[in-house]
Each structure stands twice: as structure tokens, then as C-alpha cells.
């Protein structure tokens, strides 16, 4: 064999066996941990546990009225409400803990999920509605008080425990899902044609017009959250459509597959962080 050949082929092996490890370690994992890694460096003073409180992590200022804020909790009406609703149940003579089959306080962690049987990404507020239809019972608006008043309590009672949100590897429509989540995240949109990333990863810590700009990392910890501004607890997706709506792009409907897709991403970047819901905001 041509001496040349036989080093050309040997060279292609190597970069094959090269592109199948660099594939086989890409994915949500290691996009957590350069995620991860990116704030880190860019923020050194702030401790991981901090993310978890959105912008007040990088804002001293705005920190201590926030915890005046929190002394009389504002969201507490929500918590009474969502225990109400937990108790009276999804109809039908059954409990919601039967559907979820799980501790209560364990439920809110694990979600968004991927649920294999519909082949698509189920929030915690899908979940519950489908545990409603199962019955029998009507689903609940997105943004109504007691679907969010349901998961303000679920929240609540997982308080201190870890986000563990899953991308199974054998799923291939889960990772499909993941991927166009991550899409969303990074696309320019609007007539101001800004991504999430542009303003809550490279503009982080500056100013847009009053409001500094809070880090990606840790957002879904802390939802559902009251808003002082508008008086009432909103879900994530009220809060991805005010972004949206703020850059002047055209909305999307509250948890259709675009908003969940993005949840699916922008939560398990914040995998292992704790869960401090509801929270309170400006
Ligand atoms: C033009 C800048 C801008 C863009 C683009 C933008 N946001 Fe925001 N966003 C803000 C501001 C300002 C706030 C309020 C301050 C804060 O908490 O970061 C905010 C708040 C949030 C919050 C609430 C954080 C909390 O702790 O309560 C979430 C979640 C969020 N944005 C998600 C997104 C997502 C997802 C996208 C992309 C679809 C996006 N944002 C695009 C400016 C932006």
C-alpha cells in the first residue's frame, strides 16, 4: 500500500473515533456544566445556592428590599388557596397524589418531564391537567388562580430539594424536544431582535432602561411568582411571554410546545439547584 494512504486513512480513523467521543459526551449534560461554568467565572463572588434568587444574587441594592418584601410573604394568600385546591382534588372522587403516584413533596422536582406515551414534554401544569381530563374534570386555564395557586403549594412543599429534571438517553424525542428548547433560547427575536441569551447570559448584571438583568441560571427555582407590579402570582410562562412580548415578537401560547420545549431546556440548566418557590418580584 502507498505509504501516504495508509497514513491518510489511519488519520480519519482517529478523527472518526474523535467526532463519535465529542458526540457522545456533547448534549444537555455538558451544556449544563459549561452553562454552569460560564456564570462561575463570570460572577466568582456568588455562590452557586445564590442562583437560585434570580437577579438579587447580583444585586445588592434591590436584595434588601426584596428581603423586607419576603418578612410578610405576599404569595402566602396563594399557598392557602393551592392547599384548597390540592384537598378538593382534580373531581371524580380521586386525589391528585394518586395521579402523580408520588410523595407531594417530591413532584415538583422532577418536572418538565418528557412522558414517552404523548411524545412530548409534560410540565407540572399539564400534568395536572391531564390528571383533571382522566377524571372526567375540566382542565384549568394556564393562567388561572387555581392552576397557579396549585403550583405555588406544589412548590412550597419542595422547598430545599434539587431540581432533577431528566432527558432520557434512550428517548431520542426527548433529546428532539431539549434541542428545540435550547433553539428558542438562543434565537434573536423580535422587532428588537434580541435572544433570552443576549439579555440573561452576555447582558447579565447591566441595565435595561430600571431593571438589571438577572442570570438564566436558577430562573425556574423559583416560580410561580408575585409579581408587586401586577398584584398577582404569575406561572414561567406568563413571565417567557412578557420577555417575548418586551422584545416585540409575536407571542406564543402558554404551555404550547414552544414555551414548554423552552422550559425543558431552561430548567435542566438549573439541575441540583434547589427549589425556593414561589418567590416574590418586583
Ligand atoms: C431585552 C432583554 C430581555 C430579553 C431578550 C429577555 N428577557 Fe427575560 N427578563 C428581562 C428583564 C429586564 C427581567 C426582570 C429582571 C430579571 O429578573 O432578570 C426579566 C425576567 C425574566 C424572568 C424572571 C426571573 C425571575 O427571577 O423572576 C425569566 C424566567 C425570564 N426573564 C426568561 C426569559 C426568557 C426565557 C427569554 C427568552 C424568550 C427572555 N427572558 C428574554 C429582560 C429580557
Redesign the pocket.
Known amino acids: 500500500m502507498n505509504k501516504r494512504i495508509h497514513v491518510r486513512r489511519w488519520l480519519l480513523v482517529f478523527v472518526g473515533a474523535w467526532l463519535v467521543w465529542a458526540v457522545a459526551l456533547a448534549g444537555p449534560e455538558q451544556d449544563r456544566q459549561a452553562f454552569v461554568e460560564y456564570f462561575q467565572q463570570r460572577f466568582p463572588q456568588v455562590p452557586m445556592s445564590e442562583y437560585a434568587n434570580?437577579?438579587y444574587a447580583i444585586d445588592e441594592d434591590a436584595r434588601a428590599q426584596w428581603r423586607e418584601i419576603e418578612e410578610f410573604p405576599p404569595y402566602e394568600f396563594a399557598l392557602e388557596e393551592g392547599e384548597n385546591a390540592w384537598k378538593k382534588g382534580p373531581g371524580g372522587g380521586t386525589t391528585y397524589a394518586a395521579c402523580f403516584q408520588a410523595d407531594p413533596a417530591d413532584i415538583r422536582p422532577h418536572y418538565p418531564a418528557f412522558d414517552a406515551r404523548a411524545g412530548q414534554v409534560e410540565t407540572l401544569e399539564t400534568a395536572l391537567n391531564r390528571c383533571r381530563l382522566e377524571q372526567g374534570a375540566e382542565a384549568l386555564a394556564y393562567d388561572s388562580e387555581e392552576m397557579i395557586a396549585l403550583t405555588a403549594y406544589l412548590a412550597y412543599l419542595s422547598r430545599g430539594r434539587p431540581l432533577q429534571v431528566a432527558v432520557p438517553q434512550d428517548e431520542p424525542r426527548a433529546l428532539a424536544a431539549y434541542e428545540s428548547g435550547k433553539q428558542f433560547?438562543y434565537s434573536k427575536r423580535g422587532q428588537?431582535n434580541?435572544?433570552?441569551y443576549?439579555?440573561?447570559v452576555i447582558s447579565a448584571g447591566q441595565y435595561?432602561r430600571a431593571?438589571?438583568?438577572?442570570p438564566s441560571l436558577g430562573?425556574p427555582t423559583?416560580f410561580p411568582?408575585y409579581r408587586s407590579k401586577l398584584g398577582q402570582v404569575i406561572s414561567?410562562h406568563q413571565?417567557?411571554h412578557g420577555?417575548?412580548r418586551?422584545?416585540r415578537a409575536k407571542p406564543f401560547e402558554l404551555q404550547g410546545e414552544e414555551f414548554r420545549n423552552?422550559e425543558y431546556f431552561?430548567t435542566y440548566m438549573s439541575n441540583g439547584l434547589e427549589i425556593n418557590g414561589p418567590?416574590a418580584?418586583k
Open positions: 434570580g437577579v433560547y428588537l434580541f435572544s433570552c443576549d439579555c440573561h435595561v431593571d438589571r438583568l438577572g430562573q423559583h411568582v414561567l413571565r417567557f420577555c417575548v418586551d422584545v423552552l431552561l418567590g418580584r
